[in-house]
């Protein structure tokens, strides 16, 4: 009967989490579907594109990780006005990062394409397509980072009404835009940016409400603690962002090495891989808050309940996906991009594609875990162990042979050294 509770609030705190989570992938499939009706070059163009604004963005994911749990830790401890606090600065930096992001790109494009080895037509569409996307970056970041303070407060169905609205937005915009105007992959880049223009000013209103509803508190405001509170952890989930991203990126940039079939095939795959991540970060996301309380009460998660419902719900689901994909992928891979790919008849690829979600699963969730029991630094060590462990599997693969299942093999091996060390951590 505790285990049913239990399972019940996670699933409360999860369910909308999936939902949010879903949404981005699932636009990024209409812009594959979309971009692969246009042409393989506009695939391929918006691959690089998307894997350069995924960099850009991503780095700065502590604006959400590094936030939800503190949120849940003040609000437990009815520490309002340290929160009001809290939030408003967190908002001030996503703008300013969202600004000076958009500079860099607008600036450095030419040269950031430049690293995937493109056509000359793929690196016209790939520019098109990342300075149009990128000109909503300010908004993305200040729709992560409200929506992580509302996840925080327990109000996860906003983090879901707000995809909702973004996911809409940029499928009819990149429809609209990219078809039936006939912008192509500026109408397509268009669309996220109208998309999360929208949504930002939806979970910013809400978060304003839901603030003026928040008990007044008589704390005095520790401000210079506060920030150092929020540098420190961002510090150290920006560095582990940096691994992470400059990792991810890498293994796109030797795809499209390999030629622009490959690059394409691998960009179709990561969609899906996100898709199928969306479960696993809704659970980790929702441990961030569901832990931290549980460790605000003086209890020992490690001995809980709680902990154990977690690893049994992670288990569960990544070996049910994981033979969900290995049998469908490619059925799946060509309804969502208009393309067939032969790489795929090599089944050691969809194996080690498998692969990479049940071990990634459990990489997920110890990060979740150790952001919602205040191990931020550990956090970060595990992803860099596994980044460059990554790394160094690569290129050892890649000088054997240069091949797309070498890149994946990288990727789960990259994983199971996250998973390890994360597991490790936890216990310690």
Same mark, same amino acid.
């Given at each position: ?248 990126? /890498? $293994?796109? &940039?030797?795809?499209?090495? !390999?030629?622009?079939?490959?690059? %394409? @095939?691998?960009?179709? *795959? ?125 290129? /050892? $693969?890649? &000088?054997?042979?240069?091949? !797309?299942?070498?890149?994946?093999? %990288? @990727?789960?091996?990259? *994983? ?13």
């Amino acid at each position: 009967m505790k285990n049913k509770i239990i399972y019940k609030d996670i699933w409360v705190n999860a369910y909308p989490i999936v939902i949010w989570l879903s949404m981005e992938p699932i636009a990024g499939l209409v812009d594959v579907s979309i971009t692969g009706t246009i042409g393989i070059n506009s695939l391929s163009a918006v691959g690089i594109g998307t894997t350069i604004y995924f960099v850009t963005t991503w780095l700065f994911i502590f604006l959400a990780y590094g936030t939800t749990p503190y949120v849940a830790d003040l609000n437990i401890n009815k520490k309002f006005s340290s929160l009001n606090y809290f939030i408003l600065f967190g908002r001030r930096v996503s703008i300013y990062l969202g600004i000076a992001v958009f500079i860099i790109v607008w600036l450095f494009d030419s040269a950031l394409i430049d690293l995937f080895k493109p056509t000359i037509e793929v690196k016209e569409f790939s520019s098109t397509y990342l300075i149009a996307r990128s000109l909503g970056i300010g908004f993305f970041l200040l729709n992560m980072h409200s929506t992580a303070v509302l996840r925080g407060l327990r109000f996860p169905k906003y983090t879901t009404l707000s995809s909702l609205i973004s996911t809409v937005l940029n499928i009819f915009f990149s429809f609209l835009l990219g078809i039936v105007f006939n912008f192509g992959v500026l109408g397509v880049g268009l669309a996220s940016t109208i998309s999360f223009l929208v949504a930002s000013i939806y979970s910013t209103y809400i978060l304003n409400i839901k603030i003026r509803m928040l008990e007044k508190s008589v704390e005095s405001i520790d401000k210079e603690s506060i920030r150092r509170k929020f540098f420190n952890v961002g510090s150290r989930i920006f560095v582990r962002s940096v691994f992470l991203t400059f990792f991810m990126a /890498t $293994l796109s &940039n030797q795809a499209s090495r !390999l030629s622009m079939n490959d690059i %394409a @095939l691998h960009h179709v *795959l990561q969609q899906m891989w996100n898709i199928s991540y969306t479960f696993v970060d809704a659970l980790a996301i929702s441990a961030q808050t569901l832990v931290a309380e549980y460790v605000a009460k003086n209890k020992n998660f490690i001995k809980s309940n709680l902990r154990k419902c977690f690893i049994n719900l992670t288990f569960s689901i990544s070996i049910i996906l994981s033979i969900i994909f290995y049998f469908g992928i490619e059925f799946l891979s060509e309804f969502v991009s208009n393309q067939s790919f032969i790489q795929l008849n090599d089944k050691k690829l969809v194996f080690v594609f498998c692969l990479t979600i049940f071990f990634g699963y459990f990489a997920f969730l110890w990060d979740g875990i150790l952001l919602g029991l205040d191990k931020s630094k550990e956090f970060s060590y595990i992803t860099i162990f596994g980044s460059i462990s990554g790394f160094a599997a690569l290129f /050892t $693969l890649l &000088n054997y042979e240069e091949s !797309l299942l070498n890149i994946w093999v %990288a @990727l789960i091996l990259s *994983l199971i050294v996250r998973a390890s060390f994360g597991y490790y951590y936890e216990n310690k």
